[in-house]
């Protein structure tokens, strides 16, 4: 990592150094952070994303979601800002100007990184023209992940941001137990029919539903006759209403069938 | 005027509750990654499918380990890590509410124990997907006995493998096609 001068801004070779705030401001943003007590203006960014981050934002301040309720406002220089709201990964031709708009930004001044882009690089992350997150150039204080994030999110965020709720996630760690064991789920099906079944339902209806609707399907299978097994089947598609997912599970219904005969 | 007001109050609020009130999700709304320690296996599918890197793997041959760790911040939620678990260990769920101060919150681990090979003593492969691979070779139509008493071959690594094949060519070991031959 090469050392930079901070105040510089110069662009190096290698990683930068992020902006360092001093001791003063921090405790000044702390003040800042704990009650802010009127609207909050936001700047908003883009260090490089793919838009769809602004989209989302516009979205969140549109009557639906209506960020405004909370004093909320999107404002047209970072000179007016109390939150600078950086979204994309940080490519190599927007880190001057996103550094000139945290410059910009009076102090003390709250940083979110706004999107899976802000957050850590996202998609991008090992491009060779990106940086990889907003951290990588400025101090952040709230993060918002989500590719992008929805309305809620972004309006959970910034209420994390202004201290009005809570953080709810942690960071986990768990550890093996001594003896974990894994049970292969529907005990009763055939190994390779169950294989069988998960095939052809991600040919039918693509990898993620195929998956989800082969669970079903063998869940309802399993442990039953298959008389039984069609009645619960039955049932089911009846409820769903949904010809495409019923002409899938009654082909996966024939398959398992000539295969168990 | 009474007019407008009129139209007004038939339109009602438009504007959701939240954060006052919980927010509903559409159905199949892909949120956070949640693991289930207890079924997943640690066999890195998970991590080779992750478009974003946000699943990564890390052994640790001296401690026997191997972690497993979603970074959040860098999931695009699309899902591919859902697809290709083999034991439905990680789902997508419908919690959004992912904000952090804090970027260490946005790291999820996981630690497993390697399996040691019989022979050699080294680790080759997570033990819980060795126990897996039995398992499966038992729902597969071989007799719980018959798979129990091959323990220790399923407990030797590949290159002991190997070795023990050149050693004693008479009785090789190949593994289940030859074995599924036998025991049907
Ligand atoms: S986080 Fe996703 S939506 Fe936002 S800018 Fe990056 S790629 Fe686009
Ligand atoms: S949802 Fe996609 S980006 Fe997120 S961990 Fe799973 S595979 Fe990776
Ligand atoms: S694919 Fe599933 S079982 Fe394999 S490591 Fe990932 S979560 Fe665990």
Excluded at chain 1, 35 to 56: L, M
Excluded at chain 2, 115 to 135: I, L, R, S, T, W
Aim: hydrophobic fraction near 40%; aromatic fraction near 8%.
């Amino acid at each position: 990592m090469n050392a930079v001068d901070k105040g510089a801004n110069l662009i190096v070779p290698g990683m930068p150094t992020p902006v360092s705030i001093d001791e003063q401001v921090a405790k000044l943003k702390k003040t800042l952070l704990k009650d802010i007590q009127r609207s909050a203006y936001v700047y908003r960014v883009d260090c490089g994303g793919c838009n769809g981050c602004e989209i989302e934002i516009f979205s969140s301040i549109t009557p639906v979601f209506d960020a405004e309720r909370f004093g909320i406002k999107v404002v047209a220089s970072p000179r007016h800002a109390d939150i600078l709201l950086f979204t994309g990964a940080v490519t190599r031709a927007m880190r001057m100007p996103a550094l000139r708009a945290y410059a910009a930004a009076p102090d003390p001044k709250i940083v979110v990184s706004y999107g899976a882009c802000g957050c850590g690089g996202g998609i991008f992350h090992d491009l060779y023209c990106v940086w990889g997150g907003t951290d990588k150039i400025v101090p952040v204080d709230v993060y918002i992940p989500g590719c992008p994030p929805t309305p809620y999110a972004t309006i959970y965020g910034f209420a994390v941001a202004l201290g009005l709720l809570d953080q709810k996630l942690k960071g986990t760690h768990l550890i093996q137990g001594e003896d974990d064991r894994v049970i292969p789920a529907f005990p009763n099906i055939p190994l390779d029919v169950r294989v069988m079944v998960e095939r052809e339902a991600r040919r039918m209806a693509g990898y993620l539903q195929g998956r989800q609707i082969a669970e079903k399907f063998l869940g309802l299978f399993d442990l039953k006759s298959p008389g039984e097994a069609s009645a619960q089947l039955t049932q089911y598609l009846h409820e769903e209403a949904d010809p495409r997912l019923s002409e899938i599970v009654m082909r996966l219904l024939e398959v398992t069938k000539a295969a168990l005969a | 005027m009474l007019k407008l007001l009129k139209t007004i109050f038939k339109a009602g609020e438009a504007t959701t509750q939240y954060p006052f009130a919980p927010a509903e999700v559409s159905p199949g709304f892909r949120g956070k990654p949640e693991l289930d320690g207890l079924r997943c296996i640690a066999c890195g599918a998970c991590t080779m499918a992750c478009p974003a890197n946000a699943l990564s793997m890390e052994t640790d041959l001296d401690a026997g380990t191997r972690t497993w760790q979603l970074f959040l911040g860098r999931c695009i939620f699309c899902a591919r890590c859902e697809e290709v678990c083999p034991t439905h260990a990680l789902v997508l769920t419908s919690d959004f509410e992912l904000s952090v101060a804090n970027k260490e919150d946005l790291y999820q681990r996981a630690t497993f124990k390697l399996q040691n090979c019989v022979e050699c003593g080294k680790p080759f492969a997570p033990a819980k997907e060795v126990e897996y691979a039995m398992a499966l070779l038992v729902q597969a139509g071989n007799t719980p006995e018959a798979v129990e008493a091959s323990r220790a071959h399923y407990q030797t690594c590949p290159a002991c493998k190997r070795k023990q094949n050149l050693n004693h060519p008479s009785q090789p070991e190949m593994g289940r096609y030859i074995n599924q031959e036998v025991h049907k």
